[in-house]
């Protein structure tokens, strides 16, 4: 097991294609505790990141045969990472749903591949380069400093304060009557947030984390 791995994780990830995404989530999921079998069909890869992780193999996941020897079916969740062969990701993704994986993940490169990975019955497809597209037109936009879809039409965002806020509780605000969202947390400057109650009072200088519809937390952040 990778050095920094802890020694009491309960979850084993597969994650399959070890790309820059792949890789990224892989190193994430092993730095959070997490028993990672990473799989690629790069010799060199599989080098590269057999240090890293709990276990790395060259294989070549659109062989059923090759996934029983893996005992994919055992893992809690197995991640189809395979960005640039489409055809490969929907066959793992294929035969990962009729072995019976609990919950399949898949990273999708279009609308379309999302398409058919989901019916397929994939559990959860991914956009990366789409969801941090949206993320970061945001920030350039201005309005909001960070942006998350945490569903269709959700969302969650970081913006400031706007000066008609300030000297007032967030019950005195109402603004999930006025506004349609909600304010999950507050910090001042660089102090750590901290979860909103109806009575956290608004000061200038304030940072706040709102939650709800994507129209009216974009309408939300652009009050002054």
């Given at each position: 097991m990778a050095k920094n791995a802890k020694a009491n994780s309960t979850k084993k990830v597969a994650v399959i294609g070890l790309g820059r995404f792949g890789a990224a989530l892989a190193l994430e999921l092993i730095e959070v505790g997490k028993e990672v079998l990473g799989?690629?069909?790069?010799?060199?890869?599989?080098?590269?990141?057999?240090?890293?992780?709990?276990?790395?193999?060259?294989?070549?996941?659109?062989?059923?045969?090759?996934?029983?020897?893996?005992?994919?079916?055992?893992?809690?969740?197995?991640?189809?990472?395979?960005?640039g062969d489409i055809?490969?990701?929907?066959?793992?993704?294929?035969?990962l749903i009729e072995i019976g994986v609990k919950e399949v993940w898949a990273k999708a490169t279009s609308d379309a591949h999302g398409r058919i990975l989901r019916q397929l019955g994939v559990h959860h497809v991914v956009f990366p380069e789409k969801d941090m597209g949206k993320r970061i037109a945001h920030q350039v936009g201005g309005d909001?400093?960070?942006?998350?879809?945490?569903?269709?039409?959700?969302?969650?965002?970081?913006?400031?304060?706007?000066?008609?806020?300030?000297g007032k509780t967030l019950t005195d605000l109402a603004l999930r009557a006025t506004y349609n969202v909600i304010v999950v947390?507050?910090?001042h400057g660089d102090v750590k947030?901290?979860?909103?109650?109806?009575a956290t009072l608004i000061s200038e200088g304030d940072w706040l984390i709102v939650a709800g519809?994507?129209?009216?937390?974009?309408?939300f952040c652009q009050i002054n």
């Open positions: 799989i690629d069909t790069s010799d060199a890869v599989v080098q590269q990141y057999a240090p890293l992780l709990t276990l790395v193999v060259k294989a070549d996941t659109t062989n059923r045969d090759v996934l029983d020897e893996l005992a994919i079916a055992d893992f809690d969740r197995v991640v189809v990472a395979i960005g055809e490969s990701s929907i066959l793992t993704a294929s035969l909001q400093l960070d942006y998350v879809e945490i569903d269709e039409g959700f969302v969650m965002a970081k913006t400031a304060a706007a000066s008609s806020f300030h947390a507050t910090s947030y901290e979860a909103a109650t109806p519809p994507k129209d009216a937390i974009e309408d």
